[in-house]
């Protein structure tokens, strides 16, 4: 190393090493900056998450996808003689479950519409029952529980004419119906029949256009088909444009009504627009519910993927003063979901009434609403906008009326009935989506950190290098070189840049 400072290349082959030197260090110094300033992995990813043909996305949407998992619980009476007596004023219950159901999801005849900037599809959902989650088969467990169709049409016909309502209950006793029934979990759960419903229907024609209840069952009509449309630009990614609902107005026809719904910042709940901010409106839409769901941000949370995920719950607005009955009360913590189930006069509310009106508990015993438990939650990355994390607990309830009308089922009367528990959560996202989330906040910034160190480091050298070209160039300007010298420095002109470390 000492020998470079007394032997040197002649003006010309300085002067070349100068410009190379310092071109390469101001090249090294330029790319180090834009790697600093810029984030080539997040345009790499925006572009591979973006909604076109040969996406990552589009490769999702085409095969069959978990969407949730459902554990229902159903709430058991303990006292359903006494209650119908009078004896106990209030209606004792016990939470049975959970009964666990894997949501799988398949977006049928995919279409992207470059120019009208929609992808459009006809989703599709069936549901797996998970024995190893569940505390039994809900075939073979027995339970006491309300029975949702007779209840349902004694509120329905509560305002009917007088000559109605007798002519109903006097059907209602004929066919033994009884406002407790036993059943066992997976009718409950998935429809039965109740002659009472029948009948109601015939003596108010269109008063329901299905012939059996269940919970689940509700959630997933094959009486009802969609018509997705969604945006697939970066402003309104995921935003639901438009559906056609399509339901066919009886059991055995194929004739089906078609309507069209619109909406506002609405979304599925898969995935929202890049970039979203704080305060950018999210809400929240399910098949099988009218309603949407308004979400709001909450804080931030640090995900086991990486990025700082922004965090959002529900809007208390959506459950205040919303199901109102013929007297005008409208208790809180209750939304009003019987628009969605052609009158049938359900409720929906957080888990075990959680956040509602205490009144709502002064004739039910057994529920425990705890803010741990029963609240609600959804993650969301905020760049690429992949849902990390949804953990949603919600319950099933109907709003009993003024049926004291009614002999048999009259100590319901004006009553918020819970009747089944939902916890959802989200599957784990898939691997696809896992690998270009730790790419994109893990594997691919400490390699650029890395890399941006070097050329730091690399750029620093070659400037100490120019640096001592121009000492010596100045310095030996004038001096003539010896013959020997003169050779030295003849051959290290034509070699490499790097060829004066070899010198000895």
């Known amino acids: ?55 990552i996305l589009h490769e999702l949407l085409s095969s069959e996808m978990e969407g949730g998992r459902f554990a229902v619980y159903l709430f058991n009476i303990t006292n359903p003689d006494r209650f119908l007596s009078g004896e106990d004023p209030y209606l004792k219950l016990d939470e049975v479950g959970p009964f666990t159901y894997l949501e799988y999801r398949t977006h049928s005849e995919l279409q992207f519409d470059r120019e009208a900037g929609v992808m459009r599809y006809t989703p599709r959902m069936r549901s797996v029952f998970v024995p190893e989650e569940s505390i039994g088969n809900p075939e073979d467990i027995f339970l006491t529980m309300p029975n949702i169709p007779m ?54 024609p269109g008063l329901v256009y299905f012939n059996t209840t269940g919970i689940m069952d509700r959630l997933y009509d094959k009486n009802v088909h969609y018509r997705m449309e969604l945006g697939t630009n970066d402003d309104d990614k995921f935003k639901i444009k438009r559906i056609h609902k399509y339901t066919r107005l009886h059991p055995e026809s194929e004739v089906f009504d078609e309507s069209i719904l619109t909406f506002n910042d609405t979304y599925e709940g898969m995935a929202y627009p890049p970039m979203i901010g704080k305060n950018t409106p999210i809400n929240i839409f399910r098949l099988g519910i009218c309603k949407s769901f308004e979400m709001e941000y909450h804080g931030n949370k640090t995900s086991e ?20 009955d013929v007297k005008g009360a409208c208790p809180k913590g209750v939304m009003d979901l019987s ?5 049938l006069p359900m409720g929906l509310s957080k888990g075990h009434l959680l956040d509602a009106d205490p009144k709502l508990f002064d004739r039910i015993k057994g529920l425990k609403p705890d803010p741990e438990k029963h609240s609600s939650h959804l993650v969301i990355e905020p760049k690429i906008g992949l849902t990390l994390e949804t953990s949603w607990s919600l319950q099933a309830n109907i709003f009993v009326g003024d049926i004291t009308y009614n002999a048999e089922a009259k100590m319901f009367s004006n009553m918020i009935l819970p009747i089944a528990h939902f916890k959802i959560k989200q599957p784990h996202l898939p691997s696809i989506a896992i690998t270009a989330l730790r790419m994109m906040y893990i594997t691919v910034p400490k390699a650029l950190f890395i890399t941006e ?42 070699e490499p840049l790097m060829s004066y470390l070899t010198i000895n």
């Open 453 to 494: 160190i070097l050329l730091m480091l690399s750029c620093l050298l070659l400037l100490v290098y120019s640096a001592w070209l121009l000492h010596w160039k100045r310095v030996h300007k004038k001096q003539p070189l010896s013959e020997k010298e003169l050779q030295i420095s003849s051959r290290m002109a034509n």
């Open 1 to 55: 190393m000492s020998s470079i400072f007394k032997v040197s290349p002649p003006q010309e082959g300085i002067k070349r090493r100068l410009l190379l030197a310092l071109s390469l260090g101001a090249f090294l110094l330029i790319s180090s900056i834009a790697l600093i300033l810029t984030d080539p992995m997040w345009a790499i990813a925006k572009y591979k998450f973006r909604l076109a043909n040969g996406s």
């Open 151 to 204: 209840l349902s049409a004694t509120t329905m016909i509560r305002s009917s004419p007088v000559f109605i309502r007798n002519i109903y209950n006097i059907v209602a006793r004929q066919y033994g119906s009884q406002p407790i029934v036993k059943l066992a979990a997976s009718k409950y759960l998935w429809g039965y029949k109740d002659p009472v419903l029948t009948f109601a229907n015939s003596l108010v």
């Open 339 to 343: 628009a969605c189930f052609y009158g």
């Open 305 to 324: 993927y990486g990025p700082n995920a922004f965090v959002y719950k529900f809007n208390e607005k959506m459950f205040e003063n919303n199901l109102c």
